[in-house]
């Protein structure tokens, strides 16, 4: 990455796309997912997502081709999802290319699916945790800024005082008190305006969330506990949060992601479409699900790399997701295994 991201729990410099291209009958889609290179709360590794995929659903999907004689539905491959983190990183991949290589073969294209009801606005990424140079595109309508129990430097409030847009804090699980959080919220207060205060606490302790948020004076997010229809319903049960950030790799695909964003919409929450630093790719697939059914500031923007060859990492085309990753960026990546 061209610009390094240090969170609470780990340091976001370099980041593996994987892509799978499912071709049968001669159309062929693409899907793609970004793991992190280490698990952290909750969060598969880049390792355990290939194994998945290599031991338990790309074989599940063989098996359907060679007993059905084509490939399943895309609406079916959440299905696919088995109780172990790797799982929904790797069905999403699955589901986002067969999505892909049906819409393609039917001649539709994603807005027959997701019809564009909001312009959702980008969010950017940044760190308070170390001097690592700030990107931030001047159309961006929030500044996420990682951080810690740690309060920010002379030089990290500086930076915040020049940002003209509200911004997030995420804790990414690293709050120790509540005290931190507020004096936190309190001190980052005086010089820029806050959108939240996310994740501050881990993963399924909506119990300290919820004593957190009556404390707050700001709104708080949830991110890293968001998986599934029924955090959402725990987040609502308990008054942990009214901001949920939800990534469809995490959640186990573009189906899962949109069944949680309405149950959370439904339940007054505000959701928004977190990202794991994928490529434009995998962005542009996310955004046309967020213009469908999302209106907070959400990661959509492309994620610049410092590599020589990167320079147009998707080719427009006219029918399926709308995008394909370049044949310049597939030729220069690793073939991991073929079906």
């Known amino acids: 990455m061209r610009h390094a991201v240090l969170a609470a729990g780990q340091r976001h410099d370099a980041r593996a796309r994987l892509f799978l291209r499912v071709e049968h009958d001669g159309v062929a889609g693409f899907g793609e997912v970004a793991p992190q290179p280490l698990g952290l709360n909750g969060d598969a590794a880049l390792a355990d997502v290939i194994d998945e995929l290599r031991v338990f659903v790309v074989p599940q999907l063989a098996q359907i081709l060679e007993r059905e004689g084509d490939v399943p539905s895309w609406t079916r491959v959440a299905r696919f999802a088995g109780s172990r983190p790797a799982s929904s990183p790797a069905v999403a991949l699955v589901e986002m290319a067969i ?3 049906e819409l393609r073969r039917t001649g539709q294209r994603a807005s027959s699916l997701w019809p564009a009801r909001f312009d959702t606005p980008h969010q950017a990424t940044v760190s308070l945790l170390d001097d690592t140079e700030w990107s931030i595109s001047p159309d961006v309508a929030r500044v996420r800024a990682k951080t810690s129990s740690v309060m920010p430097t002379t030089l990290a409030l500086e930076r915040l005082r020049r940002i003209r847009v509200p911004v997030l804090l995420d804790f990414n699980c690293g709050a120790r008190t509540d005290a931190d959080v507020i004096e936190q919220v309190r001190i980052v207060g005086e010089v820029v305006s806050i959108a939240g205060v996310e994740q501050p606490y881990a993963v399924g302790n909506v119990v300290d969330s919820a004593r957190l948020a009556q404390l707050l004076d700001v709104p708080l997010s949830i991110d890293e506990g968001v998986r599934s229809v029924r955090d ?6 308990y008054g942990a949060a009214q901001i949920v950030c939800v990534k469809p790799a995490r959640v186990g695909g573009l189906a899962n992601a949109r069944s949680i964003i309405l149950a959370a919409r439904e339940a007054g929450l505000r959701p928004y479409v977190g990202g794991f630093f994928e490529s434009p790719y995998a962005r542009h697939v996310h955004a046309l699900l ?49 079906v």
């Open 99 to 101: 999505l892909d290589r």
């Open 290 to 338: 967020a213009r469908s059914c999302v209106e907070e500031p959400s990661d959509l923007a492309p994620v610049s790399v410092g590599l020589e060859g990167y320079e147009r990492e998707i080719d427009q085309v006219s029918d399926g997701l709308g995008v394909t990753p370049s044949s310049q960026m597939l030729d220069a990546a690793d073939v991991l295994f073929d």
């Open 232 to 237: 959402v319903g725990q987040i609502v049960r």
